[in-house]
């Protein structure tokens, strides 16, 4: 740990203390070692902190400055800053016992006068990151370059009509990838930034599509020139910054995948608020992805029902998580992706304490998610329930054109003799959130 230079003075590695524990600054559901489905829940859940929120969120939004209370952030010079803020992350990591970060390039160094300068920048902070990782343990789910912040990605970076953006976002990516790769990162994500549109007036939508396909193939081959195994991941979004992001949600982003021949390198990201701001609940993007093939990681949030933005909150909704763990568990899991909190404190809960807070709900609403999923799934009454729902498709008829031995001939045929189909069975909606009730 941190020794005398503590940025959380007084707080020590948060435990497992099990539904009873008194202190707040413990789990009483995440239980690292504990076995579920013959894993232990770190492997289940591979939960990871966003630097960018955890370390570089400062409370600002549209009304009013920062607000966050961080004693460290005292250095002039940034880079000895952001060296000295490595610190203070790996000691927030190291307490909270999770096995993962997640960061964007300019989270983490600060941006140079020049490209040169900001690449030798982010390797100064990516030697500290390196020693961290060796020290604790803990590892990289994934690393990102930040493409939307600087005004040269105005107009986005892979889809700007402005070729030089492109090309700077380019050199951007190969540098990031590289020390996610020198990090030995587990994946690499895209999530659109300001790729999509304000106007369609001013928009050529196909070429700006064709360009980002393009600058993702590039980034795919580079991995393969370097030897870079992390899995890449595409993180849907359907707006904000744009008032449209081409990574709209699962679906969007898999038939762009597929259109441009990308689909056997990228996976899906799936971030709860962005589900919902797409007019769908989590669970629809992550059976969407899972059903496709394309169930990668996750970047665990929450909105708020009256707000229509991305609030970026943190996930404290067992009904949600456990939606989520069932069909995580259903798909066979995330690995090596995981879970990854994108979210933020409050703008009003402005202690450094309010980090633990936030992080120990969000891992312990997901680790209650899990063991009810797997509670549900062990004594399959829903699956059951399911399965009696489609009875019929069980049948000599249903099983025949499941084989793809019928077709609308033969169809017509059955039906005349029969003259109508055989009534349909209740759908028991209220019965089956009746059952899943039974295990919260
Ligand atoms: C923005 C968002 C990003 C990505 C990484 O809404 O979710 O932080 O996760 O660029
Ligand atoms: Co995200």
């Known amino acids: 740990m941190a020794g005398a230079h503590e940025a959380f003075a007084g707080i020590g590695r948060i435990k497992y203390e099990g539904p009873a524990a008194k202190s707040m600054l413990a789990f009483r559901h995440y239980d ?50 952001a060296v000295k803020r490595v610190d203070v992350a790996f000691e927030f990591l190291e307490k909270l016992g999770v096995g993962f970060y997640c960061f964007h390039d300019r989270d983490v160094a600060p941006e140079g006068a020049t490209l ?51 090309a700077y976002a380019a050199a951007q990516v190969k540098k990031a990838i590289e020390v996610t790769q020198r990090l ?46 992390g899995q890449f991941y595409f993180e849907p979004k359907p707006r904000e910054p744009m008032k449209h992001q081409y990574d709209f949600d699962a679906a969007t982003c898999i038939n762009f995948l597929r259109t441009y021949g990308l689909e056997k390198h990228v996976k899906m990201n799936l971030e709860t608020n962005h589900a919902t701001l797409a007019g769908h609940e989590i669970q629809h993007e992550l059976e969407y992805a899972g059903m496709q093939g394309f169930l990668g990681s996750v970047d665990a949030n929450t909105g708020d029902t009256l707000v229509g933005w991305d609030t970026d909150q943190f996930p404290t909704n067992v009904y949600m998580t456990t939606q989520m763990m069932y069909s995580i568990l259903k798909y066979g899991g995330l690995a090596p992706g995981g879970i990854n909190f994108d979210a933020k404190v409050r703008r009003e809960s402005f202690e450094p304490v309010d980090l633990f807070h936030a992080h120990i709900g969000g891992m312990d609403t997901f680790a209650r998610g899990l063991k009810i999923a797997a509670a549900m799934r062990a004594d399959g009454a829903i699956q059951k329930l399911v399965e009696e729902r489609y009875a019929s498709w069980s049948g000599p008829l249903g ?21 109508d189909s055989a009534a349909c069975t209740s759908g028991r909606q209220e019965l089956f959130e009746n059952v899943i009730n039974t295990y919260l």
């Open 399 to 419: 099983k025949r054109i499941e084989a793809g031995t019928e077709s609308f001939k033969s169809l017509e045929a059955e039906m005349l003799k029969k003259g």
């Open 32 to 81: 690292a070692d504990a076995v579920v489905e013959g894993k232990p829940m770190k492997d289940h859940l591979r939960f990871a902190v966003s630097y960018w929120h955890a370390f570089r969120g400062t409370g600002a939004d549209p009304f009013g400055p920062g607000t966050m209370l961080r004693p460290w952030e005292n250095e002039a010079d940034p880079l000895k800053m």
């Open 116 to 166: 040169a300068e900001s690449n030798k920048n982010l390797d100064v902070v990516v030697d500290a990151l390196e020693k961290h990782q060796q020290r604790t343990g803990i590892k990289l789910l994934w690393g990102t370059a930040n493409l939307f912040s600087s005004p040269r990605y105005v107009h986005g970076a892979a889809t700007s009509p402005n070729v030089e953006s492109f």
């Open 184 to 229: 030995g990162g587990a994946g690499y994500t895209f999530w659109g930034g300001r790729e999509g549109y304000q106007c369609l007036w001013n928009t050529d939508m196909k070429r700006e599509t064709d360009h980002l396909a393009k600058f993702m193939h590039m980034a795919v081959d580079y991995a393969k020139e370097i030897g870079f195994k």
